[in-house]
């Protein structure tokens, strides 16, 4: 009978504990929204502190892990590779794959024959160094041209960067960072990403700010972080301003693979097929995806046929964008006169995007008499339609005082509304006000993950794609290191993806040595989890409690748990209600384990049968301790000596399913048998 319940009991024990859960694939399809009729008036910047003040403070912090002892030994080290500060790279703002793909041009000059000839031998000497890079490039991310070979990269990134090529310092400061092909040193890293960060480099640039943003490696230094990240913001803005956004896709790879559903492709194709047809809202949505080349090639002309179709219909909205193209000259001739007959018109319907242009034609005086307070009127009246482009412009017009008062407080607002369904343009200009204190109070935390969100918009970021179709592709070294890549600039998707490829032993260049391994994945884990990544957060914990890639540390994982239990994560809940119930890292108390366990169940659907198993294990704790206290060893004691566990060594299974299948036969029967 005793017997029975307790292996009745183990059973409820085996079933409750319930591996980590990823919430899904998460696609941020992150678009710089801002369009061409988006308004660029500058806002007034807070001068930039001098690089070479910000590169010895850097040093500083390189000094400051001790691999480099002495200012002397620094100025050494960092003299053969500075880089003078007018230099810089025309390819830094590509993605690595395009850099593969792009051939470094030298200026032209039209002076005299001495010029020319000094010209020739200038480009000779950069581009061997950029085939250089592009070769080191090639052999880290192990393309199939070159394979994957750290220490010829490495060779070939110090060749590089003794000669002050800022990609090739970055790349070599890479290598630094990860312990490829070298040993790891974290402080010529920064050192590295320094120079190349003066030499114009958003790759170092981002890779600082991050480090400081966060506090990875160095002290966390906000000041710092908005600096770097700000020069990079920058030009993406700059960038958006000219050419419109990148359209972005960030794929999470999932923590447990799920079957897949109606695919984004499937769903593009159902507006296609459907607008083919005469649907109307089809027409609209297959012309802006021609528009902007989400899911398929970009392409003017068929975004002009499918506009022009739903336009015939009625379509307001499409008039505008007729509209648009026609004032823009994309896939048609630019003529004003036949813009504004289509933004006229979809104005009049009241159309949010045809009020948005209208204002635009009445500010710039484009094709109508210039009247900057009707052009005022007119983005406020499409901003409370909730259109960005208008709300942005109507910030624009607040911050300078244009057809209305300066207001910075109506500016911030508006510049907030457009930032929250992702302009680019407007988080810049609000990131800007918020390191000014303007039109609110000045908020270093808060300008920094601003200007951080729009330097992970530039062009670079598309091998966040490139990375994710290696992965499907079975490609797991290229994917690995081109998250890796882009994950020591601090994007978060691509530092949980790092993880997880590494986890999966899917690489076998890193599974030699499987603590390595773990400790790897470990440091991107804790990197994600520094950015507020819940699910990474967890999984530190889950790391420290079982000692992968780190000495196990029961009270650690309880205060990794902790953390992510109070910003409501269901299987941190449950983690710290085991961990009460057995005193495990935290005080034997079954009270707080059913507490924790009621708190997981009320907070996720995914949690409410295995708490609800969890609870009823609790109640046979309390059932059991008071029944037979003086008769029987504890319920978890005689639980130790089953499993054949020590004292203080974790008996929580890792792997749930394992553990089920292991005495799934014995627990049935006994349990069954016995009660």
């Known amino acids: 009978m005793r017997r029975g319940i307790l292996m009745l009991f183990v059973l409820v024990l085996a079933i409750a504990y319930i591996s980590g859960r990823c919430f899904g694939n998460e696609v941020d399809n992150s678009a710089a929204i801002g369009t061409e009729e988006s308004i660029e008036t500058p806002l007034k910047e807070k001068p930039i502190a001098e690089q070479s003040i910000e590169a010895e403070e850097d040093i500083e912090h390189a000094l400051e892990e001790g691999d480099l002892t002495s ?19 025309e390819d830094e703002t590509k993605g690595f794959d395009e850099q593969h793909q792009q051939q470094h041009q030298g200026q032209n000059h039209k002076d005299s024959a001495a010029d020319e000839q000094l010209k020739d ?44 090529h800022p990609p090739s310092q970055f790349l070599l ?8 092909g070298t040993e790891p040193n974290l402080a010529k890293a920064i050192i590295l990403y320094t120079v190349s960060s003066m030499g114009g480099n958003v790759h170092a640039q981002m890779a600082l700010a991050f480090r400081y943003h966060v506090g990875v490696g160095v002290a966390k230094n906000c000041e710092s972080a908005i600096n770097h990240y700000r020069r990079v913001a920058k030009q993406v803005n700059e960038h958006a301003v000219v050419f419109g956004g990148e359209v972005l896709e960030r794929k999470r790879i999932d923590l447990i693979p799920k079957e897949e ?65 026609y004032m823009q000259g994309m896939g048609v001739e630019g003529d004003n006169k036949t813009a504004l007959t289509y933004i006229k018109e979809a104005a009049n319907s009241k ?70 369904q992702g302009h680019v343009q407007a988080i810049y200009h609000l990131g800007l006000m918020q390191s000014l204190g303007q039109g609110a109070p000045y908020n270093c935390n808060s300008a920094s993950a601003l200007f951080k969100n729009v330097a992970e918009r530039g062009s670079w970021m598309t091998d966040m794609m ?20 882009l994950a020591e600039l601090g994007v978060e998707c691509a530092q949980h993806n790092s993880a997880i490829i590494l986890e999966k032993a899917l690489v076998p260049n890193f599974n030699a040595n499987q603590n390595d391994t773990f400790r790897r994945a470990l440091q991107f884990w804790k990197q994600s989890a520094e950015q507020g990544q819940l699910d990474a957060r967890v999984k530190v914990g889950d790391y420290l409690y079982y000692g992968k890639g780190v000495t ?48 997981a169940y009320a907070t996720s659907e995914d949690a409410k049968l295995p708490s609800s198993i969890a609870l009823v294990g609790v109640k046979l704790s309390f059932f059991l301790e008071s029944l037979f206290d003086e008769h029987l060893p504890k319920a978890e004691d005689y639980f130790r000596q089953l499993m054949q566990v020590e004292e203080g060594e974790s008996f929580i299974p890792s792997s749930w399913t394992e553990a089920y299948q292991q005495y799934e036969d014995e627990l049935l029967v006994v349990g069954v048998v016995g009660v």
């Not at 950029?130 to 070769?135: G, L, M, P, V």
């Not at 992510?564 to 005193?583: E, I, R, S, T």
């Open 71 to 89: 200012t002397g030994e620094v100025e050494d080290w960092v003299s053969d590779v500075v880089v003078d500060e007018d230099v810089v790279d």
């Open 121 to 164: 031998v200038v480009v000779d000497v950069v581009d061997e160094d950029y085939d250089t890079y592009i070769e080191a490039l090639s052999l880290t991310i192990g393309n199939s041209s070159t394979g994957f070979n750290p220490t010829k990269a490495f060779d070939l990134a110090n060749k590089g960067a003794d000669k002050g």
């Open 173 to 180: 400061g890479f290598l630094y960072a990860y312990g490829l």
């Open 261 to 325: 559903g109606v695919s984004e492709q499937d769903i593009i194709q159902y507006y296609i097929y459907n607008a083919d047809f005469g649907d109307v809202a089809s027409q609209l949505m297959a012309g802006k995806l021609y528009y902007m080349g989400k899911g398929v090639d970009q392409n003017y002309g068929q975004a002009l046929k499918f506009f022009d179709r739903a336009a015939t219909l009625g379509s307001a909205d499409a008039k505008a964008m007729l509209g648009e193209m």
């Open 351 to 420: 159309s949010a995007a045809g009020m948005s242009l209208y204002g635009t034609m009445l500010l710039e005086g484009i094709e109508v008499e210039k009247n900057e307070k009707e052009a005022f009127q007119m983005f406020l009246h499409s901003s409370q339609m909730g259109y960005s482009d208008a709300q942005y412009n109507l910030a624009v017009l607040y911050y300078n005082g244009i057809g209305t008062e300066e207001d910075y407080t109506s500016a911030h607002k508006y510049f907030k509304l457009a930032a929250q």
């Open 466 to 485: 490139t990375a994710y179709d290696e992965y499907k592709d079975e490609r797991y070294l290229q994917s690995l290191m081109h998250y890796t890549l």
């Open 552 to 599: 196990a540390d029961f009270t650690a994982a309880a205060n990794e748990y902790r953390v992510a239990a109070d910003a409501q994560h269901a299987q941190a809940m449950f983690n710290l209600g085991a961990m009460h119930q057995f005193g495990l890292g935290l005080d034997k108390d079954l009270h707080l384990a059913k507490r924790y366990y009621d708190m």
